[in-house]
């Protein structure tokens, strides 16, 4: 290639590194999901962390080398993209890794060579960087490939050491960076010039390990680890002024903007940057959906629900009034589906959700942004700069406005967000629904990180050996490792090898005892962390020394209810897929001893039939008696006869496939029942919806059945005890009671509306003239808001031209406030629903409605009174 670089496509500079370092023997590896092995992180955030595993010395790798382009997602930084020229959500690493292998000198050899002779860069325009005592790869780039010391710049450890944590593998960086302007001369360089250079390569050269006291000392096998920014490489080799106007990007811009009806290039820069966000983050929700991440309001579903409002948001700045999300997704899958066939794929169920969230987040997004605009105009009339954490917590909470929306527009009007009180806010609300996952204890995961390069993963034995003989490698008390501990004692054992079935894949780990002289460890539960089984469990008898042989046995019974449960879940998928649609897909499970539950995507839910045809045909499956057929296959030989990859699950060369012919054929590496007759019978409890397109079934088999018919036997025989019924009469006496109880509320209500005209006609006399107008306002106690309401319109009606405002307080911790205005007070320039809203406010709380009639809450009823005052004393300036 020549010294001049020419232009490049995105997937051209791709193939080309790749096909340039499988040339030089590193094995082509597909990228990782954005669901990460590492629990630590929510996402996918840099090009190493596949290999993480390998770097820390938990995982022998399958190559020596290896080469990949990684996609991945950082939203650390959200509020710079667009607004730089090269900050990203999402974005794509080309690496080049060694394991053990070669090192320092051959990675800048290889960097030098790709970058000048592959890319054809000009030596004239690029800049290295080292660490600032690494003399060795100075002399490298100096000596050997003849960088003149002037465009070698020594960093410090912020800038160019790696580190993995506070302790662990680490190691010194060198950048290449390119000078878009060489003409400025070598003298007073300054990389951090974003308008002169760009950092496209980094080499990590991970050559020592830290102890806890910062001792750095060399490791046994040094690696490397480098990154090149794909869209950066694009920037320069396509010659373009930013990442987005590069071909990886733009097309997406340019949908976009035809949508909206604008020119990207002749719009002003606040146009242009809504376009840019747009760009961006429809890459990052398209990859995210085709990885099997759902929009949520916890970890990284929360990640995707906030960029796809975003998405839409930006939408509406430039003009876009309508859905147009699956339009410009269309887009990024088209740009991505040759590296990435997974996209298009998966383009139904991408579609799809963004329509589902899109649709959703409109139907809101209009009363909020209208809500937001008077809080904004409020709070600068005030003459204040922040808005408040109780504002910001009512658009989040009613609205569905992120807080980090919220600052967005905030800081558009030269405003901030009082955080803290939105937090507190937060806190006052009921606990959310934790994540569906669990995640290992991070004390013992760092632990096991020093650990790692002393003791060898464990060999699992549990799928054909309940028990086993063991070494005892590594003894754990609250993270910290022990060379012995006594009885009474929570511990965390690590052994050679072990029969027990460790969490994974929805399936609880195993429970069962480890035992040797004198000694007795309850195990409670198993965790897997990289290659290494954590056995969780307390000492209850006898001294447990690291070094000691033992036995390690499961416990057989529930055992086997875990696999009774784990195989029924293969077969209610396959049945789902039979009756309901076969395009449904596993959005998560769990399977312990008790039950399972199964959570897939269909947008409805099913009906009554069609679960009874479920569960009859697992049944049937189960009373045919197939024989399972447990293989270990290359994946694409697995894929290739049809097997179904299980929810958030990685697999590497060769996987596991459980095959129950003609029924089911999935990639599992759960226990399972070794023919469908053992689970016996199988139960489902119940089916609902759990999240926007998600649905939930969960079901009993196996030994757990009869644990469930003898609950619901003991709360049929109580039901018929206390109505004195048998229990064939019980839907019949329910449905009766039912009926008693609805005639009863019906005539409560009409009694509290009675009541409340009756407290409210009272109020008739206490009517005051202000200007052509009368107003009413007054607190009746314990009125319910409906009840509230319909007091306030007989009130209007009766006093004709006026205002009626009331408030109550119906419970502890509400209170409920009805304004009623009429229409000549509505010609003064008054709205029932903005007062009520604002007075609300002094209640903690919010609200709004019509012109005409318009109701609010709020939580503090000690602030009642002074809220209605605040109302008359408003009410008579403006009508007075």
Known sequence: ??????????????N??????????????????????????????????????IFLGQRTPEFKRATTSQKCIRTNDIENVGRTKRHHTFFEMLGNFSFGDYFKEQAIAWGWEISTQVFGFSPQNLVVSVFEDDDEAFGI??????????????????????????????????????????????????????????????????????????????????????G?????????????????????????????????????????????????VIGDHVRSVVHMIADEIRASNVGRGYVLRRLIRRVVRHGRLIGISGEFTTQVAETA?????????????????????????????????????????????????????EISGESAFTLYDTYGFPLELTQEVAEENHLTVDEAGFNIEMQKQVERAKAAHE????????????????????????????????????????????????????????????????????????????????????????????????????????????????????????????????????????????????????????????RLRFDFNCPRALTAEEVQQIEEQVNAWIAEAHAAKVEV???????????????????????????????????????????????????????????????????????AILDYLNLRDKVVKDLSDRFKVKPEELPDRITSLQSELRNSQKELEALKVQLAIAKSDSLLQTAQTVGDSKIIVAQLEDVDPESLKTAAERLLQK?????????????????????????????????AGKFVGAIAKICGGGGGGRPNLAQAGGRDASKLPEALEQAKSELKSALG
């Open 1 to 14: 290639m020549s010294s001049n670089p020419q232009y490049l496509s995105g997937n051209e500079i791709r």
């Open 439 to 594: 995640t290992i204890d991070l004390t013992v995961q760092g632990s096991l990180d020093k650990l790692a390069e002393h003791i060898q993963a464990t060999e699992f034995l549990g799928y054909t050996q309940p028990a086993t003989t063991a070494k005892v490698e590594a003894i754990l008390v609250e993270g910290v490792s022990q060379e012995e501990v006594e009885a009474g004692t929570e511990v965390q054992i690590l052994l050679d090898k072990t029969p027990f079935y460790a969490e994974s894949g929805g399936q609880i780990g195993d429970r069962g005892y480890i035992s040797g002289d004198g000694i007795v460890v309850r195990v409670e539960d198993m965790k897997k962390e990289s290659d290494f089984f954590v056995h969780f469990g307390r000492i209850e008898r006898g001294t447990l020394r690291v070094g000691d042989n033992v036995t390690a046995q499961i416990d057989p019974a529930c055992r086997r209810r875990a696999q009774a449960n784990h195989t029924a879940t293969h077969l209610l998928q396959a049945a789902l897929k039979k009756i309901v649609d076969d395009g449904i897909s596993q959005a998560g499970s769990l399977v312990s001893f008790d």
């Open 16 to 53: 080309i590194f790749l096909d340039f370092f499988a040339q030089r023997n590193h094995q082509i590896l597909p990228s990782a999901s954005l669901v990460p092995e590492d629990p630590t992180v929510l996402l996918t955030i840099a090009g190493m962390l596949p290999f993480k595993p």
């Open 799 to 831: 006093i004709g031209n006026g205002a009626v405002v009331l408030g109550s307080v119906p419970e502890e911790g509400k209170v409920s406030i009805v304004a009623a205005f009429s229409s000549e007070v509505n010609k003064k320039g008054l709205q």
């Open 141 to 226: 780039w100096r000596d050997q490939i003849g960088v003149p010391i002037a465009r070698i710049k020594r960093l410090g450890e912020d800038d160019n050491f790696w580190v993995s944590g506070p302790t662990g593998p680490c190691g010194p960086c060198s950048e290449i960076y390119y000078d878009f302007h060489p003409e400025r001369g070598d003298e007073n360089i300054d990389l951090e010039d974003d308008s002169r250079f760009i950092e496209f390569y980094n080499l990590v050269f991970m050559q020592y390990n830290r102890d806890a006291s910062g001792n750095l000392t060399p490791l046994q096998n040094k690696n490397i680890d480098t």
């Open 333 to 385: 899958i088209a740009l991505s589906e040759s590296a990435y066939p997974n996209v298009r794929q998966r383009e139904a169920a991408i579609k799809a959700e963004l329509q589902r969230e899109e649709s959703n987040f409109l139907r809101t997004l209009d009363r909020g942004e209208k809500l937001l605009e008077e809080i904004i105009q409020e709070v600068k009339q005030q003459g204040k700069t």
């Open 228 to 276: 090149m920014g794909l869209e950066r490489m694009a920037q320069i080799l396509q010659k373009v002024p930013n990442n987005y106007e590069t071909d990886l990007i733009f097309p997406i811009i340019q949908t976009a903007a035809q949508i909206a009806g604008v020119d990207y290039h002749k719009s002003d820069e606040k146009t242009k940057t809504s376009l840019k």
């Open 633 to 703: 296959l290359p994946i694409a030989e697995a894929k290739a006869r049809g097997a179904v990859a299980m929810f958030g699950e990685k697999y590497g060369e060769e996987v596991r496939v459980i095959d129950f012919p003609t029924v089911s054929m999935e990639l599992c590496g759960g226990t399972h029942v070794s023919n469908t007759a053992e689970i016996g019978v199988f139960k489902i409890i119940s089916e609902a919806g759990v999240a926007s397109g998600v649905r939930r079934i969960e079901a009993v088999s196996g030994p």
